[in-house]
């Protein structure tokens, strides 16, 4: 079993980040059960945006998942992180609270409107969870604004609404095309509305991964061009009031958007980098140092100086 590469100090330290309510702290001895973790993931996803800001905004693009960093980079710092950095940590600070949980990888489906449509290799990571009671969930804060904002039950076909009109579902079955022999896999669905096609996001399996795992699937996301994200700057963070998640705001290589019971609102495209950094600073609360920001000078997201 995988124990914590978190202290109490820093967990106590995330939870503030966070702004998890009080009664969820450790002095209050929590239950490990569904509220909790439903909880942690609303504040998560409120507070640690999904970005992939480094691999733009830096000389040498890197993304290290060793815990010690992306509590740095977190906490410290008040940055975010793409899949494999929001999830790993996420895991980190399950197994320090004492969750029954591991880590698996996920593919990604692109549509047709993508440069590599179709089923990717392993790209994303899942965190399930088995309380006490047997059932299970699978948590995920690190999708980006198609994620979900609660933990999903680990059930076939139950739906489960979002954010808006955003409804959620898990499939389980074979994948036509994917593979020879037909293995039964997971697969977590999203559409936009009761009168909208559902749209397949991710497929894992209920197999664990290792730290080993991430660092090969990390390669490929951070330095191949053929990996959207290498090309593309993006920014999502959920907004909240009070306990309830009611939106997103999005940063799309030079246009930041609000998104509003499901709808997107186009608030401002930048015509410079100054803009954008100002942006950053302004919706997701991200400085950039001197450095960073001259980091993006020969990259293709570049905007003009």
């Excluded at 509220?35 to 800001?53: C, G, M, R, V, W």
């Excluded at 006490?132 to 933990?151: E, F, K, N, S």
């Excluded at 001259?294 to 990259?299: E, V």
Aim: proline content about 5%.
């Amino acid at each position: 079993m995988t124990i914590s590469d978190l202290t109490a100090d820093q967990v106590k330290r995330y939870f503030a980040h966070i702004e998890l309510p009080d009664r969820f702290r450790s002095d209050k001895g929590p239950n490990l059960d569904f509220d909790f973790l439903a909880s942690i993931q609303k504040h998560h996803i409120t507070k640690i945006p999904y970005e992939n800001i480094a691999l733009h905004y830096n000389n040498i693009p890197y993304i290290s998942l060793d815990v010690s960093d992306i509590y740095h980079k977190f906490v410290e710092r008040g940055r975010g992180g793409y899949c494999m950095e929001n999830n790993i940590f996420l895991h980190h600070v399950l197994r320090f609270l004492g969750f029954q949980v591991y880590l698996t990888g996920a593919r990604l489906f692109r549509d047709s409107t993508s440069p590599n449509p179709g089923w990717s290799g392993w790209e994303h990571a899942v965190n399930i969870i088995t309380l006490a009671d047997r059932t299970q969930y699978i948590m995920d804060v690190g999708y980006g604004g198609d994620g979900p904002t609660a933990p999903l039950p680990l059930t076939a076909d139950k739906v489960t609404p979002n954010i808006g009109t955003q409804e959620l579902r898990l499939l389980y079955g074979t994948m036509p095309g994917l593979l020879e022999d037909q293995q039964n896999l997971w697969t977590y669905q999203f559409r936009n509305g009761i009168d909208q096609p559902w749209k397949s996001a991710y497929a894992f399996y209920e197999i664990q991964f290792f730290r080993s795992d991430f660092e090969i699937m990390n390669l490929y996301t951070s330095r191949s061009p053929s990996c959207f994200l290498t090309s593309k700057l993006l920014a999502i963070k959920f907004l909240r009031a009070e306990e309830d998640v009611f939106g997103k705001v999005i940063l799309e290589g030079e246009k930041f958007k609000n998104n509003l019971g499901g709808k997107n609102w186009l608030m401002k495209t930048c015509q410079t980098e100054q803009e954008r950094v100002e942006g950053l600073h302004e919706h997701f609360g991200i400085s950039l140092t001197e450095e960073e920001r001259a980091g993006i000078l020969d990259k293709k997201s570049a905007l003009p100086m």
